[in-house]
């Protein structure tokens, strides 16, 4: 699969829709491999993670009512985004400093991120300074 250049990232809060990011540069995923996308390649910011692609400051995600697309730009004059991907979430249960949420399982309905296809990195799931997720990995709550 490619992360295809020109795609965008958006954020849609409960405000509205925001500004996209437009992928500046086509990604590779293989088979059966995983990508970390994030605001920026700083790894003591991120906690000791290496992104694969940084899309800077265009995305600011609330801890409550957000959500967060992958869409391809189309229309006449590019104004227009038709959405290829989405995960929404409203409670706090979806974000928790340091602590990933993650899809059981890709075959999954991804569209709710507060329900219950979605669990809490599990606590073996350490990385970098003490950060709860696996980057680059099958997720600790995978559920064939």
Do not use: F
């Amino acid at each position: 699969m490619r992360l295809q250049q020109n795609l965008v990232i958006a954020d849609s809060s409960g405000a509205g829709r925001q500004p996209y990011h437009r992928i500046a540069s086509s990604l590779e995923v293989p088979s059966g491999a995983y990508v970390v996308l994030g605001r920026n390649s700083n790894t003591a910011e991120n906690g000791g993670v290496s992104l694969d692609y940084a899309y800077g400051n265009s995305l600011q995600l609330a801890n409550s009512v957000d959500a967060v697309k992958i869409s391809r730009v189309w229309g006449v004059d590019n104004s227009d985004t038709l959405t290829v991907n989405r995960t929404q979430y409203a409670q706090s249960v979806s974000w928790q400093n340091g602590i990933s949420r993650e899809l059981k399982n890709p075959a999954l309905d991804n569209r709710n991120m507060d329900g219950s296809n979605w669990a809490t990195a599990l606590a073996s799931a350490l990385y970098g300074t003490g950060t709860r997720g696996t980057p680059k990995a099958q997720n600790s709550t995978y559920t064939p």
